[in-house]
């Protein structure tokens, strides 16, 4: 712990010597991250996030017949369904909170918490119209793209262990007051505004510094794998539309470094292994069936997809590739 804590302290020493050295990169990076938070994301994520609260408050433990087989796909207990609205269309990291509050609350086990943050935080429909839309010249490339993440997500669930087999349903929130609503979705946004300002200018440096060197294609894949909101505005620069679609599903799925903070920052304390191998899974997933389509073997793909889980859905118990593996 005490390494630990001298190697953060070095870290900072560093980084206050790099801010005083090039002030002028830092002062640039943190205007354009501050204005892609004002522009972007707080228009785009603050409306999810007081109703991800909202409906958490609410649905939890109530029987969504439109979801339970879903749910039971996924290996989630009975009456956490409402959780994989806020997972699925609440947008980086609101799936994430929703699930953290739900465990704070004590209406779900740690292990279960964990085990959902792999799959039930994903980029938006707001995120993906509103933004990555724009960076496409055809409409139903982004649908595919929204298609593409989810699939990854719930084959994600399909093979991750842990799975909950007993009926378990969870108890009834108490509904909270606007006031309280209002704090916590602020709260959470800040937290996100934080983490994407910090990691624009980390980008800004590294766009002076060093990514310069290398091709347009590589450029983007990093700063998206950095934060994924300035990786999604430098795709324009890739004139090749296929390379750009399949880089984007790649970065949708992954949610970059900066999702993965925020993710933390919101997770009350939850460890994030299961979050992180199933973000691996979800983007292997997203860039082959990204592929597959540009190639024109989607049919393929996805048959191939549905045969691997027939055949895990034979014994659910066991029905995990990284258990198979001895993960």
């Not at 560093?14 to 002028?24: A, E, P, V, W, Y």
């Not at 597959?292 to 996805?302: D, P, R």
Request: glycine share 10%.
């Amino acid at each position: 712990m005490k390494q630990k804590t001298l190697w953060a302290g070095l870290g900072a020493c560093l980084g206050m010597l790099i801010l005083i050295l090039d002030g002028k990169t830092a002062l640039i990076g943190a205007q354009r991250g501050v204005q892609l938070c004002l522009i972007t994301v707080i228009p785009s994520l603050f409306p999810f996030f007081v109703l991800s609260i909202l409906l958490n408050s609410t649905l939890s433990g109530f029987h969504l017949p439109f979801l339970k087989e879903i749910g039971h796909f996924c290996g989630i207990p009975t009456g956490s369904e409402p959780l994989l609205i806020s997972g699925f269309l609440g947008g980086y990291p609101v799936g994430a909170q929703g699930i953290a509050e739900t465990y704070k609350a004590g209406q779900l086990s740690r292990q279960t918490a964990q085990r959902m943050l792999a799959f039930c935080n994903n980029a938006g429909p707001a995120f993906l119209f509103g933004m990555v839309a724009s960076f496409f010249p055809e409409s139903w490339m982004v649908w595919a793209l929204w298609v593409i993440h989810i699939s990854g997500a719930l084959f994600t669930a399909m093979i991750l262990p842990g799975a909950t087999t007993d009926d378990c349903t969870l108890s009834m929130k108490s509904v909270v007051s606007a006031n309280q609503i209002m704090v916590r979705a602020l709260s959470a946004i800040g937290t996100v505004c934080g983490w994407i300002i910090v990691f624009r200018v980390v980008v800004e440096f590294l766009q002076r510094w060093i990514l310069f060197l290398f091709p347009i294609p590589f450029q983007v894949a990093v700063t998206g794998m950095l934060e994924l909101s300035n990786g999604c505005c430098f795709l324009p620069l890739i004139e090749n539309v296929d390379m750009r679609f399949i880089l984007c599903a790649g970065m949708l799925a992954f949610g970059g470094l900066c999702v993965t903070m925020q993710t933390i920052s919101v997770s009350n304390g939850l460890s994030i292994r299961h979050y992180l191998l199933g973000k691996f899974i979800q983007t292997g997933f997203s860039v082959t069936a990204a592929l597959a389509i540009v190639s024109e073997m989607t049919v393929f793909f996805f048959a191939a997809v549905l045969l691997l889980v027939l055949i895990l859905r034979k014994d659910r118990k066991s029905s995990s590739i990284p258990n198979a593996a001895g993960v």
